[in-house]
């Protein structure tokens, strides 16, 4: 059995904190830590949609996402400063946006978009993991406010929604991978679940061997377990939240 920082048993999360309202001017924000790793998610609501959406009377909500230059132990370039935006940024916002429209009624959001951004500070692995579990919280808290300014009439969500990353590593199966844990998985896989179970998205793949069957739902039983304690978090923020 390989030896986990924080004498961590397979099964387990790293420690996990949501703090609310972490910035002052977006709609709805959160701090999310899991470990070391931390994810600002804010989100903003604007009054229009996109073009593909316009007299469609159905709401929208969008994604980015961007690591800050000081996140990792070497220098991550800014993206701006690219000309251009990493394939890796690209595919995990859309994740981020699919995760969150899955459990929201765009018809009840009228025609408005709710932008969540995700600025992940310090990246210790599962980052687009903390960011989907952010970002909920951050879009639900923006919710309830536009509901005070009679930009909605209720909160249109339909259920929770958060993320873990699950990973083989020297064929013991691991919940919650670290940076380090992640850079020797042999698989590595994220799983995003609602909070009825639902599965919205599995991201898997073998980095060093196939795996079987069993292996893959020996993975996807860790992933839910830690999701069912991510939603708990979730929870404690949103007791009135009747979904």
């Known amino acids: 059995m390989i030896s986990r920082a924080n004498a961590r048993?397979?099964?387990?999360?790293?420690?996990?904190?949501?703090?609310?309202?972490?910035?002052?001017?977006?709609h709805g924000s959160v701090l999310m830590e899991l470990g070391d790793t931390r994810v600002i998610c804010t989100a903003c609501r604007e009054?229009?949609?996109?073009?593909?959406?316009?007299?469609?009377?159905?709401g929208w909500i969008t994604a980015e996402y961007g690591m800050i230059p000081g996140s990792t132990s070497t220098r991550t370039a800014r993206e701006s400063s690219l000309?251009?935006?990493?394939?890796?940024?690209?595919?995990?916002?859309r994740l981020i946006g699919r995760a969150l429209r899955s459990i929201v009624d765009l018809h009840a959001m009228g025609e408005q978009t709710i932008w969540i951004d995700c600025d992940v500070i310090q990246a210790d692995g599962s980052?687009?993991?903390a960011a989907i579990t952010g970002s909920f919280v951050a879009m639900a808290l923006a919710m309830k406010r536009m509901t005070f300014q009679n930009h909605l009439k209720a909160v249109p969500i339909k259920d929770f929604?958060?993320?873990?990353?699950?990973?083989?590593?020297?064929?013991?199966?691991?919940?919650?991978l670290d940076y380090q844990e992640d850079s020797m998985a042999e698989v590595d896989m994220n799983v995003v679940q609602t909070g009825r179970g639902k599965f919205v998205e599995l991201q898997g793949t073998a980095e060093g061997r196939p795996f079987d069957g069993s292996e893959l739902q020996a993975l996807i039983e860790l992933a839910e377990k830690g999701?069912?304690?991510?939603?708990?978090?979730?929870?404690?923020?949103?007791?009135?939240l009747s979904v």
């Not at 397979?10 to 949501?18: E, K």
């Not at 009054?47 to 159905?58: A, E």
């Not at 000309?83 to 916002?93: A, K, L, N, T, V």
Request: aromatic share 4%.
């Open 9 to 26: 048993g397979p099964a387990d999360l790293r420690r996990a904190s949501i703090t609310p309202g972490f910035v002052k001017n977006a």
């Open 83 to 93: 000309g251009r935006q990493s394939g890796r940024s690209h595919e995990i916002q």
């Open 161 to 176: 929604v958060a993320a873990a990353s699950v990973g083989i590593i020297a064929g013991d199966p691991l919940l919650d």
């Open 227 to 240: 999701i069912k304690e991510l939603i708990g978090l979730q929870r404690t923020i949103f007791p009135d």
């Open 47 to 58: 009054d229009r949609v996109p073009p593909f959406l316009r007299n469609s009377g159905k």
């Open 127 to 129: 980052t687009r993991c």
